[in-house]
């Protein structure tokens, strides 16, 4: 009777043993490419749910789909994490994130995003996102006077501003109008050029007159960015100095950049996973403002296009790429 008893309790003991390892928490990462930003990310929401407590393949897993720039292929990736049943999906930038919230619709979404997640449509509001989603904002355009700020600061008498950005995109243009007025403040006469292609951006840029006191001052838009080779390098041949607003840029030859450090916008998304996994709804999860900022100095770009950065400017850059 007792070996019946012990036989009987292995076989209700065992299957609750094999659900328990099946229960390890396993996160999504859906990515619309592995750029400098995503991999950053990756690597604090990594290294922040390690710090605590979980450790990789023991007791999280991740399960990464990357989209490699085809915006085509975010939508099957997306709902492969969700086929797969994942806990929660970490996400980066507008498109991929709208497209996991339309996807994942009863799955929790923390999203990294540069801009305000608000006026995206992406949440109803900072404090009381509603809906599955809740993530890490950098707000890009409130950060646009601290970067003319910057850049008054860094270029020696600056004076006009050329801001290059897609008419037709309507944040593209809000963020032209943000900048427009925060330079009124400082005295700046900024040139608006509306480019509706990448041919008319082409043209325009490489057709300027570059008097001194000039410089090509960023402000988020996706046809600028997808030029930002032709860009850097016709800003480069005509030595007009240029401010963007992620390390990204500066890496790829801006002259100068400040914009929010997404390696510790992916620990605060770690700690949010952290807080879902733990049975927090995302709806009730305020979105957070990313807590650093970093200005980056291209010292190459700066020597060639004649330009001195100040001792103290670069001791102050939390990266100078030489």
């Not at 407590?53 to 399960?63: A, M, N, Q, S």
């Not at 060639?304 to 103290?312: S, V």
Request: hydrophobic content about 40%.
């Amino acid at each position: 009777m007792f070996r019946k008893f012990v036989m009987m309790t292995l076989l209700v003991v065992l299957p609750a043993s094999a659900q328990a390892q099946a229960r390890i928490p396993r996160v999504g990462l859906l990515l619309p490419e592995m750029g400098r930003s995503e991999s950053e990310s990756i690597k604090g929401i990594r290294d922040e749910l390690k710090q605590i407590g979980y450790h990789e393949r023991k007791t999280i897993l991740f399960e990464t789909r990357n989209a490699k720039g085809d915006r085509a292929a975010l939508q099957p990736a997306a709902m492969d994490l969700v086929n797969g049943k994942v806990d929660v999906i970490f996400v980066t930038g507008t498109r991929a994130t709208q497209v996991a919230k339309s996807a994942a619709r009863d799955i929790p979404i923390v999203f990294i995003h540069p801009a305000d997640p608000v006026s995206l449509g992406l949440v109803k509001s900072t404090t009381h996102p509603g809906g599955h989603l809740t993530g890490v904002a950098g707000l890009a355009l409130q950060m646009t006077e601290k970067r003319l700020t910057l850049s008054k600061e860094i270029i020696p008498g600056l004076q006009r501003i050329y801001i290059f950005y897609d008419p037709n995109d309507k944040f593209s243009r809000e963020n032209f109008l943000f900048a427009e007025e925060a330079a009124k403040k400082w005295g700046l006469q900024v040139i608006e050029h509306g480019v509706k292609s990448s041919e008319e951006l082409k043209a325009t840029l490489g057709g300027l007159q570059i008097g001194k006191g000039d410089a090509l001052f960023h402000v988020p838009d996706n046809l600028v960015e997808s030029e930002a080779d032709f860009v850097f390098d016709t800003a480069r041949q005509k030595k007009l100095p240029t401010m963007f607003n992620e390390e990204t840029w500066a890496i790829k030859g801006a002259m100068a950049a400040y914009g929010p450090s997404y390696y510790q916008m992916g620990r605060q998304a770690g700690r949010l996973v952290d807080m879902i996994l733990k049975g927090r709804k995302p709806e009730t999860i305020a979105i957070q403002r990313a807590a650093k900022f970093d200005l980056i100095l291209n010292y190459r770009t700066a020597t060639f296009i004649g330009l001195t950065f100040d001792r103290e400017l670069l001791k102050r850059a939390d990266k100078v790429i030489r």
